[in-house]
DNA sequence: CATCGCTATTGACACGTTTCAATCAAGCTG
DNA sequence: CAGCTTGATTGAAACGTGTCAATAGCGATG
């Protein structure tokens, strides 16, 4: 079946004017500050817009604002369920506020960031929210140069003298999952990072070693870190040999993971290969994605307030956009939570 | 600290000409036809835009061309993995098209459907892959009469002479889960379903009764089938309640899930009344989404060829936007594929 | 009645592109 | 050398809006 002609001519905001006996500027008026026609023209207005089914072109309208009016959303992975839970939270805040939000993701690559926020600059995007792959901002710098303002998520180490920022205290969180392990007994612990290039994993991994410290352990020796490529749930999966390399004698009591995917992932290694938690090791996770109450058993992790920093970060850019000029930088900073489940336990000799 | 004046006129394709001593038509044609300029003045233009860090203006851009560039994806729910794997291939074939993907989601709400959809109205935008949230076609139509085509993704019902659509066999899917559960020795099977507004849910239920009626069960009276508000993990969980009900001796020998969220949930639903799969039933879900395989057990699942059937949309919706006119609907079709795990095994009796 | 003040409306222009017919330069043919 | 062809470049027009100074209408005031 082929598909119809594409014969229908565009209707502009000039042939609502014409049906309506008015000037384009009037019709103009009726959408952008209706207070400012007379009801009886309003209505006459109106009316030949319902008719003739018009709809606005967005194209003209920010070519002569100079501007969209649509933000970008700039993730390290859309199938992560912890930056779509993120990604939830600032496209609800935005639709409140009107605005449209485009979805990108930069896939953890620094080139794929880049071509990404010069996408948003080619749409003159009204902002944007990002979560930047590494510390450099020469890109984040250069998209602010061209007047497209951006709020930092989740990243603590990006100067918050160059912009906005939304941030949970990662090193709250690994010092919080440090001390439960320690107040179990276990002091023989294995940090499974994702790429430390991540600030995210190097500031977990900092808390951790500082719960080894107020205890009196040697931080530094103590803590075996295993960095993987990637934070899924395959890079843990494959890490578990590593982990239990040295035998039932030094394997390692507990892991602490940077997210809750890669300690998924590894629980499943451990499982093929006879072990469990929290019966053979004790495991935490980060984030408390969805699923990780739903494993059995439980998985202990760190709880980020995934929703609330998405909400919060388009909150922060939003008042940055009606605001220009007299705003200052802000810096959000939220405290993470640890949720104790079944992966974790006291030790017991092997 | 404050922001910096955006004191930065914006450079357009004039100031451009002007700094290389050439038309504006001529820098337009070394962006978009390189070949037709001759190599000296394309050189000029080129240290020109980089002098003067150019970057074009789409919104212009598109007002002239009467449509944009980039394509609309519809999700029924972006937290959902199935529809983030989905929209990562959907999202990889419009890159290697050279085409930017705008991600809007329904939330399964008609409302908010139709107001996406007037929203790619509004940006012109140049297609949209969707995946409805019912049967009903009107605003789909509507959309194609203003010139803006569309995929429909993983639904069957929507009349395949309105447009292309890829799907996966959902009849077959359930067809499957229903013969393993009978060859397992089960025949009081529970259907835990989602919406039955969503096409999905209804197919896979009318599979997995083919499944009974080729054996010789009572089809209808035979399977019992519980519907949830949605396709989530919370719902399934809740009502692990009612698919209980009846005691040891009348509840389902097994239990197949409209999706896996469902399906996960049910299983922390169970296990916080003491029960397990597959000792006191057995579960299936579908769409095998990445934790299925990281659960313990394993989660036998219908999985679905995800990143596949949203690439191979995405190339429909090209071909069409390549070619209009000569262009006709296709319509294609996947088949799901059983995956075995550990939450089904023989029947045994209490 | 002339003037003022107010509101409602108009009309023209600018935003940044792309396109296309027209022009220009230069090389080639007869 | 005149005429032709080919290839490179130009200039103007158009896409659909929003803005803003100017105008028109009209009742009230002096």
Not at 287 to 314: S, W
């Amino acid at each position: 079946m082929p598909p119809p002609a594409n014969t229908a001519r565009n209707v502009g905001i000039n042939d609502v004017a014409a049906r309506a006996g008015v000037s384009p500027g009037t019709v103009s008026n009726v959408l952008n500050r209706p207070e400012r026609v007379a009801e009886a023209t309003r209505l006459r207005v109106e009316e030949a817009i319902r008719e003739l089914d018009y709809v606005r072109n967005s194209s003209g309208r920010s070519l002569r604002a100079g501007r969209s009016d649509s933000v970008g959303l700039l993730v390290l992975d859309v199938t992560n369920p912890f930056f779509t839970m993120v990604a939830q939270g600032v496209e609800d805040q935005a639709a409140e506020a009107g605005r449209t939000v485009m979805l990108l993701n930069s896939s953890e690559d620094p080139e794929r960031q880049r071509r990404s926020l010069r996408l948003l600059a080619e749409q003159r995007a009204a902002g944007a929210v990002v979560m930047p792959v590494d510390d450099d901002v020469t890109d984040l710098l250069w998209l602010r140069e061209r007047g497209i303002p951006w709020v930092v998520l989740d990243r603590g180490d990006v100067g918050a003298d160059v912009g906005s920022s939304v941030y949970v205290d990662n090193h709250a969180g690994g010092l919080a999952a440090g001390r439960h392990l320690i107040s179990l007994g276990h002091e023989r612990i294995t940090f499974l990072s994702g790429p430390l290039s991540l600030e995210q994993c190097r500031v977990r991994l900092a808390g951790l070693r500082a719960a080894l410290d107020e205890n009196g352990f040697d931080s530094e020796n103590g803590v075996r870190v295993i960095e993987t490529g990637s934070l899924t749930a395959a890079s843990g999966d494959k890490a578990a040999e590593e982990v239990l390399a040295g035998g039932p004698r030094r394997r390692p009591q507990a892991v602490f993971c940077a997210n809750d995917q890669l300690a998924l992932g590894l629980l499943k290694g451990l499982g093929e290969r006879g072990l469990g938690a929290p019966a053979d090791l004790s495991v935490v996770g980060y984030d408390d994605i969805d699923v990780a109450a739903l494993v059995h058993p439980g998985l202990t992790t760190v709880a980020q307030p995934k929703y609330e920093i998405g909400r919060a970060a388009m909150r922060l850019l939003a008042a940055e956009l009606d605001d220009p000029g007299g705003h200052r930088y802000e810096r959000l900073l939220f405290e993470p939570r640890l949720v104790v489940r079944g992966s974790t336990a006291a030790y017991r000799e092997p």
